[in-house]
């Protein structure tokens, strides 16, 4: 799997997906850094088969109603330890694996719960 991390997701989430042996990237290392648009960092992320992770409600909203980006990781947690996050992320990769494969998906993290929404593709 590849991911793309939103300005406001750590670096250390990128370090530890790679440790999983998947490839990651920041946002701020690709297009124009921290100022790219949330429209350019959906047709990168479409274009390069990335799952966009953010906690951004405009990328849920995007995907909802445009289909982009295709694959998203809907971060609903606030302000919290990078370590809180792998530890809701990490239980979740193997059903995020499945889903990747499929088509278009939404999950949502909460404290509390995780939502999957799919969609195919035609």
């Not at 990128?14 to 042996?21: D, I, M, T, V």
């Not at 990078?82 to 193997?94: D, F, R």
Request: charged letters at 30%.
């Amino acid at each position: 799997m590849k991911f793309l991390l939103d300005v406001h997701i750590s670096y250390k989430i990128a370090n530890y997906l790679k440790s999983k042996g998947f490839e990651a990237i920041h946002v701020n290392e690709i297009l124009d850094k921290w100022n790219t648009k949330d429209q350019d960092i959906c047709f990168y992320a479409d274009e390069n088969d990335l799952i966009v992770i953010t906690k951004d409600v405009d990328f849920k909203n995007s995907h909802l109603i445009g289909n982009t980006p295709r694959k998203l990781v809907k971060v609903n947690l606030g302000n919290m330890a990078t370590s809180t996050l792998i530890k809701i992320i990490s239980p979740n990769m193997e059903a995020i694996e499945r889903l990747d494969v499929k088509g278009k998906f939404l999950v949502e993290l909460d404290l509390d719960k995780v939502t999957f929404i799919t969609k195919e593709d035609k």
